[in-house]
């Protein structure tokens, strides 16, 4: 989807108004260190599901045209794999999840329009395991399946456009300046702002209360919630006043977690390799020194340091140091993300047949895991392989259907000389990105390839007329 399309959905005056969040937030002096780390801000239930899915999609847009997003495929699978594990035990276990994370040096969460949902990286890098980080998303999750946006639009008495236009300023504001986000967001909201603060206040207890209950039914221990909010306590210069926000945190609210935790509950898992491999990606990725990592009495010498020090040789030019680490630590552990890292060192000093034969054995491996399938089609094509990436890309699409999949089976499609196929591809991709009209234009220019097939033609045409449709039903809710 195109801006001019992200502007029709939402209707003319919130798109000014969103504008006008864009320019504050441009503006906005930005700080370091937020006051109080801040959880939840809920999701939408005003509009029908159809208008609340393309709000969210232009949401999230927004959102990623405007703000630095991590991108790294591992490290975003192992957030979507846990959070749509927490959400299957929810009362939204049929809505849509989308999981995201925003680089940011503050301690922060929020749900948008349509369950998309995301996280700062300083937030991870504060958890110190899996069940901290599983109660924030599973309280951001209790958001969505309970509606509360909704509740506020409904008891705030202003218009829809104000309200979304609003919302969406305050997080854009709030990533970098939380005191200037709330602000933009209350003065947006009418009513007392008593009442707003009461309202939110239930609905915090409430997301607690559902959370933990999907954390326990996820088999997690939703101590972690309570340790959490522990840690935010102590963030907070003035000892966990509640402020005036649309999220406040206290020392009863803490008590009151603590209390709901039950007993049977408490010798759930706490942690995962999974979460300690994530955590010391993210650290070196976003490191501006990652020589830093290369200091053993800085990471220790356990699995998860060395792996960490491997990634820090690799960004250093120093490949060779970490396939030193990673081979060691490979014959000692399983976990796919060593020999991930280790075909990664392989490629960095460009030995693509060495990083081929690491993936190869991997994919036997783990068939289906995303991120080896990836790297192992990337792999195929650096080694003018296109037909057995392609094997394997339709094969991942059997079982997922993202936007990544088409955009690396585009560019196998071009390798192998198929470029019909290839623009069809790039035309999935866009669907699944929200771009309707560029889609539309990758299939158009399929259709004027030469020797495509009568099926093909079908195929093409009748997804264009899809989407055309879509458009159509847009235009005519204005």
Do not use: C
Not at 114 to 124: D, F, M, P, R
Not at 371 to 400: H, R
Not at 447 to 456: I, V
Request: no cysteine; hydrophobic share 40%.
């Amino acid at each position: 989807m195109t801006m001019p399309l992200i502007q029709k959905v939402l209707s003319r005056s919130a798109s000014a108004l969103l504008t006008f969040g864009f320019v504050l937030f441009l503006t906005v002096n930005t700080t370091v260190n937020a006051n109080l780390p801040t959880l939840g801000d809920p999701t939408l239930d005003s509009f029908s599901s159809k208008e609340e899915r393309q709000l969210g999609l232009g949401f999230y847009r927004s959102l990623r045209a405007n703000l630095p997003f991590v991108d790294d495929l591992q490290i975003n699978y192992y957030l979507n794999s846990i959070g749509k594990r927490l959400a299957s035990h929810s009362d939204a276990a049929g809505d849509n999840f989308h999981f995201f994370i925003i680089k940011a040096p503050t301690i922060n969460a929020f749900a948008g329009p349509a369950a998309y949902i995301g996280i700062h990286t300083q937030l991870i890098l504060e958890a110190k395991n899996e069940s901290q980080l599983a109660s924030v998303l599973a309280h951001e999750i209790a958001h969505v399946s309970q509606r509360h946006l909704a509740r506020a639009f409904d008891n705030s008495g202003n218009s829809t456009a104000l309200t979304i236009a609003t919302l969406l300023a305050a997080i854009l504001v709030g990533t970098q300046d939380s005191e200037a986000g709330q602000a933009v967001f209350m003065s947006g909201i009418a009513g007392s702002q008593q009442s707003s603060i009461n309202f939110t206040r239930s609905n915090e207890y409430e997301a607690d209360r559902v959370g933990i209950g999907i954390l326990a039914d996820t088999g997690i221990n939703p101590q972690g919630m309570v340790d959490f909010f522990e840690i935010l306590l102590d963030k907070s210069p003035e000892g966990g006043i509640e402020y005036l926000r649309t999220h406040p945190l206290s020392i009863n609210r803490v008590s009151e977690a603590k209390n709901r935790v039950a007993k049977k509950d408490e010798t759930l898992p706490v942690d995962t390799l999974d979460f300690q491999f994530t955590k010391a990606r993210l650290a070196v990725l976003l490191s501006k020194q990652p020589e830093y990592y290369l200091d053993d009495e800085v990471v220790g010498k356990g699995l998860i340091g060395q792996y960490q020090k491997a990634l820090a040789a690799i960004r250093t030019q120093n490949a060779d140091l970490a396939i030193q680490i990673l081979k060691k630590n490979k014959e000692r552990h399983q976990h796919p993300w060593l020999r991930l890292a280790l075909a990664e060192a392989y490629s960095s000093k460009q030995d693509d047949k060495k990083a081929l034969e690491v993936l190869s054995s991997l994919a036997k491996l783990y068939p289906g895991y995303l991120p080896v399938t990836m790297a192992y089609a990337n792999a195929l094509n650096n080694n003018k392989m296109p037909d057995k990436s392609i094997t394997l890309l339709k094969k991942q699409l059997q079982s997922d259907d993202y936007a990544i999949i088409y955009k690396a089976l585009a560019n196998a499609y071009y390798a192998n000389g198929q470029i019909s196929a290839a623009l069809e591809s790039t035309g999935d991709q866009y669907v699944r990105e929200g771009y309707i009209e560029l889609a539309i234009q990758q299939y158009d220019n399929a259709l004027n390839q030469e020797n495509n097939s009568p099926s093909t033609k079908q195929r093409l045409e009748a997804a264009k007329l899809e989407l055309k449709k879509v458009i159509q039903k847009y235009k005519d809710q204005l």
